[in-house]
């Protein structure tokens, strides 16, 4: 399996209520900054199920460290999976450059820390208790920062 992963800028409206949309300027509509992972379909199934079950679950998680999913698409080879964009970038970032890194106070580095804390926990105890989620890939590179915390 392989995957790219891109940043784009959406037009977005609140589709439950299109009427409010339909003959606006489309510069006037709000713009959604995303991150989108395009993965190609090897013969590997694993790829796949691992696909469907990141899917399944950021369908379910609604909190706010929590990354959210904005859409998906699985079409012949091609998979792609679509997110809020983290403005900031990852904690890898930020180790692997001391001049970024001395810019957290320790208020911001204390946040950081209890805001990974309380998204484990979600993830951990909040979601149906059928399926519990264990993270198995927490690393800095996958910790992504918002505007907030920096």
């Given at each position: 399996m392989r995957s790219l992963v891109y940043k784009a800028e959406l037009e977005h409206?609140?589709?439950?209520?299109?009427?409010?949309?339909?003959g606006k300027n489309k510069c006037d509509l709000p713009k959604r900054h995303v991150a989108i992972k395009h993965i190609?379909?090897?013969?590997?199934?694993?790829?796949?199920?691992?696909?469907?079950?990141e899917i399944e679950i950021l369908s379910?998680?609604?909190?706010?460290?929590?990354?959210?999913?904005?859409?998906?698409c699985d079409e012949g080879r091609d998979m792609i999976i679509v997110y809020d964009l983290a403005s900031n970038g990852?904690?890898?970032?930020y180790l692997g450059a001391t001049s970024k890194m001395?810019?957290?106070?320790?208020?911001q580095r204390i946040?950081?820390?209890?805001?990974?804390?309380h998204g484990l926990k979600y993830i951990h105890t909040s979601l149906d208790h059928k399926q519990n989620i264990i993270h198995r890939d927490?690393?800095?590179?996958?910790?992504?920062?918002?505007?907030?915390?920096?």
């Open positions: 409206f609140d589709n439950t209520d299109f009427d409010s949309v339909e190609k379909k090897t013969s590997d199934e694993q790829g796949e199920h691992g696909f469907i079950a379910r998680c609604k909190h706010p460290n929590i990354v959210s999913l904005v859409g998906f990852s904690l890898d970032d001395t810019t957290f106070t320790w208020v946040n950081l820390c209890l805001g990974i804390a927490l690393k800095s590179a996958n910790i992504l920062l918002n505007v907030s915390i920096i």
